[in-house]
């Protein structure tokens, strides 16, 4: 079976499920029916119903794994009565024995995220006596894994920035180091999610529209608006004299079906971020965009914003999740000038 890394499944906090009586869901039987139906049936009606199509598939393939160890196990496709209490809990000890890449053991922290998937789809299904069964492991996970300055420095040096591909490389990793985006948010930015400074403000900002449909500013620090603007001269869909229109995709895909006009795909960002870190000489496990909002967000706590107004930055629900981030009191900076300031010393220690 494939493994599942935590930068694949951020799933605790992507649980958006309503739970619904079976009844009322289109097409999904009830009662001793329920029971009989086939559960990878059932799982991709449920999955469906998730807010977002990346959700979706995140979804499908929890279930789908868990369904398909039942059916080897079982020697037959696996119904919904199938889906047990202890039937959960011995696929819970093989992600814990070697559900992880390469055969080894799975982190807590997915194997936690699959529990409590599973548990939701009991509860979707209407099961609460079972899914009361189920026994999700609690796990304090310590703070995130992230770039060192140094890493990310190197990180941003790294494309050829001679190139069109290189201008919007260094753009798009300048936005997700310095403004913190997850990667679903950075690949659907729009160019009227670019904001003018405001009369109290000289920087530009983002408006970002992320988790639970909720929008959020965040300052634009210099030296990214700087590599923004050389790329958006280049974008292939600038014209001179003109801005571009607010629908135009700020990071699109500049080869394939789609050129210049569709968003990068998350698989393309994924290599694109894994080719620059081998350059930049980072660990294979840190090149992906989750580490690049890691480094966002302990660089603000280190640089003293205070939670509350790192929170909103990252756009987190919990100030819980936001904590995991802290490091130093508060100076009351805000976001830009804090990496503003980061920047600056940066620059000045390489001139020294």
């Known amino acids: 079976m494939p493994g599942f890394t935590d930068a694949d499944l951020d799933v605790s906090a992507e649980l958006g499920l ?18 009989g139906a086939n559960l990878y049936a059932v799982i991709e009606m449920i999955a469906a119903r998730a807010p977002r199509a990346s959700s979706a ?8 794994r868990f369904a398909d160890r039942l059916r080897a196990e079982l020697g037959r496709p696996p119904v919904v009565a199938d889906v047990t209490v202890d039937a959960i809990a011995a696929y819970s000890r093989e992600l814990e024995r070697h559900g992880g890449r390469g055969g080894g053991p799975c982190a807590p922290a997915t194997r936690r995220a699959h529990l409590m998937m599973l548990r939701a789809l009991l509860k979707e299904l209407g099961l609460d006596q079972r899914a009361g069964g189920v026994r999700v492991p609690s796990h304090r996970s310590g703070p995130p894994e992230t770039l060192t300055a140094t890493h990310y420095g190197n990180l941003i040096r790294a494309p050829d920035q001679r190139s069109t591909a290189g201008k919007r ?6 936005v997700l180091g310095d403004c913190g985006l997850r990667n679903l948010e950075l690949r659907q930015l729009r160019a009227k999610a670019l904001r003018k400074p405001r009369a109290n403000s000289r920087h530009h900002y983002l408006f970002v529209r992320g988790k639970g449909d909720v929008e959020r500013e965040i300052e634009i620090p210099d030296e990214t608006y700087a590599a923004l603007e050389r790329w958006l001269a280049a974008h292939p869909a600038a014209r001179r004299g003109s801005a571009l229109a607010d629908d135009t995709v700020l990071f699109p895909a500049l080869a394939g079906k789609g050129a ?19 350059r930049a000489g980072i660990p294979a496990r840190l090149a992906h965009p989750h580490a690049l909002r890691a480094y966002y967000a302990t660089m603000l706590s280190a640089l003293g914003m205070p939670i509350q107004g790192i929170k909103e930055k990252l756009g987190h629900a919990s100030i819980e999740t936001t904590a995991r981030y802290l490091a130093k009191p508060s100076h009351g900076e805000s976001a830009g000038e804090a990496m503003d300031r980061h920047h600056q010393d940066q620059e000045r220690r390489r001139a020294a």
Do not use: W
């Open 260 to 278: 210049g006009s569709e968003p990068l795909s998350q698989q393309g960002l994924a290599k694109l971020l894994s080719r620059y870190g081998r």
């Open 18 to 35: 309503v739970h619904v009586a079976p009844a009322l869901v289109p097409g999904l039987p009830a009662g001793e029916e329920l029971l």
């Open 169 to 174: 490389d260094v753009a798009l990793l300048r």
């Open 57 to 64: 598939r995140q979804y499908l393939a929890i279930y789908t």
